[in-house]
């Protein structure tokens, strides 16, 4: 990120996903997680990442409003992700970057969101068009990109150019990334394979 | 929970696995704390029972906590019998595997961890391990992505 900073890139997080991030993750007794929390924080101390009040209140609750199985809402979107939504919503030519499936399936894949929850549930899932439409309206034609698109990206960018086999590096960054829980496919890294 | 007791008790591990999954998918559907919790007790008995140390008198045990409900405490108590090293991470590793699952039905990573108290970063590394994300489609490709992202970072 420091990287991308350096060639103009802007970065900025809720506090409510400072508080997932890098709050949480120290205050848990397996210590697995202090070294990405701790980086994190270095980078908001850098001020490579500017930490900024947002509320996504709203969006949160148009968002889990949209679904429905036998009358109840589906929660699919959390605090975090509805405030990073609003924080590019408020901000100009916006891009959001959203490692978890299901809120990009949401904006960019509906209906195949849909499809995908009446498989799990085995049953029919009502959509509530209003809802949707409002939270649409409020989101716009917002773009998201994943951590993977940003370590594709400063690959583009020479990142990995001191690596022997940078395009080696940049496969296996990606396959770390999908296995630290950042939502790419298997399909998605074969993309990757075949761009680069 | 009578349905647990009763795969519990035959040591039916499983009716246990079974029991798991429908809890979880109720657990989602109904964003459901109690489901959830459930789930994650069927599955961390069909561990347990697997487990070297389960004797009748533990079972016994555990059998009469289902039916009183007393449910963190047949946590403590198989901790307190089954040797560490079998035991020791299995409750916490139940509440991931159950939250990830809960996940994969479409409910939020964070709501699905809240429901069984698992740890977020713990239910992100998990999931990133099984075929969940293949399992939710998006449409835009890689390629669009990089797209807007170049569009974004270079032109301005």
């Given at each position: ?19 997932e ?6 205050q ?29 209140d ?5 968002a ?22 609003a924080l ?18 949401l ?37 998201v ?14 990142f990995?150019?001191?690596w ?33 | ?126 999931v ?29």
């Open positions: 990120m420091e990287f991308l900073a350096r060639k103009g890139a802007r970065f900025e997080i809720p506090q409510s996903v400072r508080e991030s890098v709050v949480r993750p120290l848990l007794r397996s210590r697995a997680h202090d070294l990405s929390a701790l980086s994190i924080q270095r980078l908001i101390d850098r001020e490579v990442i500017t930490v900024s009040e947002a509320n996504g709203q969006l949160m609750d148009l889990n409003h949209v679904f429905y199985v036998k009358g109840r809402p589906i929660h699919l979107v959390d605090k975090g992700e509805a405030d990073a939504l590019a919503v408020d901000a100009k030519d916006y891009l959001v970057g959203i490692d978890e499936r299901t809120t990009t399936s904006i960019e894949n509906p209906m195949g969101l849909k499809e995908h929850l009446e498989k799990e549930f085995h049953t029919h899932v009502m959509f509530n068009e209003e809802n949707y439409n409002a939270f649409v309206a409020k989101v716009g034609k917002i773009g990109v994943r951590s993977s698109e940003l370590v594709a990206f400063a690959y583009e960018q020479g990995f150019n001191e022997k086999d940078k395009r080696r590096v940049l496969l296996a960054g990606l396959y770390r990334l999908k296995y630290s829980g950042c939502g790419i496919t298997f399909k998605e890294l074969d993309e990757y394979h075949n761009l680069f | 929970m009578d349905k647990i007791l009763k795969a519990f008790s035959v040591e039916n591990i499983p009716e246990l696995r079974r029991l798991s999954r429908e809890y979880s998918r109720r657990a989602a559907m109904e964003d459901s704390d109690e489901m959830a919790n459930r789930a994650v007790l069927s599955y961390f008995l069909s561990k347990v029972l697997q487990k070297e140390g389960m004797d009748a008198g533990l079972r016994e045990r555990i059998a009469s906590l289902i039916k009183k409900q007393r449910i963190k405490e047949i946590y403590e108590e198989v901790a307190r019998a089954i040797p560490k090293k079998f035991v020791m991470e299995l409750p916490d590793k139940a509440r991931v595997k159950i939250a990830a699952r809960i996940h994969g039905h479409g409910v939020s990573l964070k709501r699905a961890a809240e429901m069984t108290d698992a740890p977020l970063p713990e239910v992100m590394d998990y990133g391990k099984t075929m969940i994300p293949e399992r939710i489609r998006t449409t835009r490709s890689v390629k669009s992505r990089l797209a807007m992202l170049r569009r974004r970072l270079l032109d301005s």
